[in-house]
């Protein structure tokens, strides 16, 4: 058992606030959170537990990353110089670049080769106090290079110290191979299939969009994560609007991600079927985008907003949790308050998991310790490294 004391909390247990407790103390036993508070508070068994002085520092829950695409081969910044001498995203894509290029590059790679590379980007999300990690599939499109990637994506969990929620993203893009019908009910859904088999997925998600898959195409793929017990989120609403927000309430998905051309009519159906909105403001920064997710009416209609880094080759080659939550407030005008929450409490339940995103008895002990003094820092500073240390499932 150990006591942390001295130490600015943010608890994350209050609705709109960071919950913060001055002079707060943590008392952790094992794996688990037991009890926090004001230092003057602690019950009489906890007091007299192995003591660590956070000096005056900040601890938060340990952030999450719900959104990421970090196991790829190759990379892409020949389109980066494309799209700065005026042609854009969807047009490299038709164009047979983009998203298949990618594809091209983690189908040739081997499992070793993407396992390494995957944890160098781990590592750099670990460093700046991530505990818990969603890692997509997608890059594959055939069942060999899916079950690669989903492979991988388990090693990660395997060789650090961090929580790795694995997602089917067969749904991605249409290999050059085939159509997209065939290809999603030759390949897609049985890949899917072998892959729960294998246990390697914890849920699925898709690509609703021109450049990928209609509604009628995903509906399908959540039909078979249905009979499989898994659950769905999906990109939605991204480049345009294709109606896959609704889509993901009418199957009660765990989240909507990306949101830029969503409506106030999918807002509305997003507040009363409880799915989190994630934001992914480096892929807007990215592609330099210029409609916004709609966050006052997001906020007006207390849909939980979560952030993330959208971590990939393409649209998102952003490697920091904390610039996404900078970029969130800067670019799409979250206070500091709501972007910690994105990468905390809303966050987990983007994932689905009940035990982290809170400091809170009975939750993970996975705590991150900041050398700041106040929660606002995180999202204010840009490019600076303030963590001071992480505590993943009690282990310091
Ligand atoms: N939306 C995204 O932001 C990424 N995938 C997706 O469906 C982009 C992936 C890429 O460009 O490689
Ligand atoms: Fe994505």
Same mark, same amino acid.
């Given at each position: 058992m150990y ?5 600015l ?8 606030g960071?919950?913060l407790?001055h002079?707060g ?9 037991v009890?926090?508070?004001?230092i ?8 007299k ?8 520092r900040l601890?938060?829950?340990?952030l999450i ?5 970090i ?9 980066f ?5 005026g ?6 894509a ?8 990618t ?5 040739e ?8 590379n995957?944890?160098?980007r781990?590592d750099a ?11 997509k ?12 990637m989903?492979?991988v994506a ?5 060789q650090?110290?961090?929580?790795v ?13 085939t ?9 897609c859904?049985?890949?899917?299939q ?5 246990g390697?997925?914890?849920a699925?998600?898709g *690509?609703?969009e $021109?450049? &990928?898959?209609?509604k =009628?195409?995903?509906?399908r793929v959540f039909d078979? %994560?249905?009979? @499989? ?6 990109h939605a609403?991204?480049?345009s ?9 009418h199957y009660?998905a765990?989240?909507?991600d ?8 999918d807002v509305v ?16 920064y990215?592609?330099q ?17 979560a ?9 998102s080659?952003?490697?920091s949790?904390?610039l ?6 800067t670019l *799409?005008?979250? $206070?500091? &308050?709501?972007a910690? =929450?994105?990468?905390t409490?809303?966050?987990?339940? %983007?994932?689905? @998991?009940?035990?982290c995103g809170?400091?809170a008895?009975?939750?993970?002990a ?6 700041l ?20 499932g009690?282990v310091?």
């Amino acid at each position: 058992m150990y006591l942390f004391i001295n130490s600015l909390v943010a608890t994350m247990q209050d609705p709109t606030g960071y919950g913060l407790v001055h002079d707060g103390a943590i008392v952790i036993d094992d794996k688990n959170i037991v009890w926090v508070g004001h230092i003057d508070d602690i019950p009489q068994t906890y007091a007299k537990s192995e003591q660590i002085n956070l000096e005056g520092r900040l601890v938060t829950p340990a952030l999450i990353d719900c959104h990421s695409h970090i196991i790829f081969g190759g990379n892409r910044a020949h389109e980066f110089e494309m799209r700065l001498e005026g042609q854009n995203y969807e047009a490299i894509a038709k164009a047979g670049g983009g998203i298949i290029s990618t594809v091209t590059a983690t189908r040739e790679a081997t499992e070793d080769f993407l396992l390494a590379n995957a944890l160098i980007r781990a590592d750099a999300l670990i460093a700046e106090g991530v505990g818990t990690l969603e890692v997509k599939s997608g890059y594959g499109l055939d069942q060999n290079t899916e079950l690669k990637m989903l492979t991988v994506a388990r090693a990660i969990a395997q060789q650090r110290p961090l929580r790795v929620k694995a997602t089917f993203l067969g749904a991605h893009a249409v290999p050059k191979e085939t159509d997209a019908d065939t290809y999603i009910d030759e390949v897609c859904i049985p890949t899917l299939q072998a892959a729960h088999e294998a246990g390697l997925v914890d849920a699925v998600d898709g *690509f609703c969009e $021109t450049i &990928a898959f209609d509604k =009628a195409q995903i509906a399908r793929v959540f039909d078979a %994560a249905r009979v @499989l017990n898994l659950p769905v989120k999906l990109h939605a609403e991204q480049l345009s609007h294709m109606g896959g927000t609704k889509l993901a309430t009418h199957y009660g998905a765990l989240s909507a991600d990306h949101l830029e051309f969503a409506t106030q009519e999918d807002v509305v159906a997003m507040a009363s079927t409880g799915l989190v909105a994630v934001l992914l403001p480096g892929a807007f920064y990215t592609l330099q985008e210029t409609q916004k997710p709609p966050v006052s009416e997001l906020r007006a209609a207390r849909v939980p907003i979560a952030i993330a880094t959208d971590w990939n080759p393409g649209s998102s080659p952003l490697g920091s949790i904390l610039l996404a939550m900078n970029m969130a407030c800067t670019l *799409f005008g979250l $206070t500091p &308050a709501e972007a910690l =929450a994105g990468t905390t409490k809303y966050a987990a339940q %983007a994932l689905g @998991l009940k035990d982290c995103g809170y400091i809170a008895p009975g939750f993970s002990a996975d705590l991150a310790i900041w050398d700041l003094e106040n929660p606002a820092e995180l999202s204010y500073r840009i490019g600076q490294n303030p963590l001071h240390s992480r505590i993943y499932g009690g282990v310091m």
